[in-house]
């Protein structure tokens, strides 16, 4: 059974960085599709980035694009997210996810969920 949980969330000033971490306690992570998502608060969970079974391929939101890189160890079952030149409108809850689609954006096409880690981004 998949277990997700985030970690290496944090207080960051603008232009930092930050690497956040998605481990599966269950050790089935390489069976899925691996999503990023965040929420803001008052705003609507959104996608940020996902990466396929093996890691050959990514996907990012337009915002994030060029800054983020999503990557994944499998012998680990462990999934990151880095974050360089973060902004402020980066400021949210950041939520790992599993997938057994291919490549969905939207938070109903994963079926487990983390707990999420909070980054602050301080202007």
């Known amino acids: 059974q998949v277990q997700l949980a985030e970690s290496g969330g944090g207080l960051v000033q603008a232009g930092g960085s930050l690497r956040i971490s998605c481990a599966d306690s269950?050790?089935?992570?390489?069976?899925?599709?691996m999503g990023w998502f965040r929420q803001a608060p008052g705003k609507e969970r959104e996608f940020v980035a996902l990466?396929?079974?093996?890691?050959?391929?990514?996907k990012y939101a337009d915002s994030v694009q060029g800054r983020f890189t999503i990557s994944r160890d499998n012998a680990k079952n462990t999934m990151y997210l880095q974050m360089n030149s973060l902004k402020s409108d980066d400021t949210a809850v950041y939520f790992c996810?599993?997938?057994?689609?291919?490549?969905?954006?939207?938070?109903?096409?994963?079926?487990?969920w983390g707990r999420g880690t909070q980054v602050t981004v301080s202007s």
């Open positions: 996810a599993a997938s057994v689609f291919r490549e969905r954006l939207d938070p109903a096409g994963y079926i487990y």
């Open positions: 269950g050790r089935t992570l390489g069976s899925y599709v």
């Open positions: 990466i396929d079974w093996s890691g050959a391929r990514t």
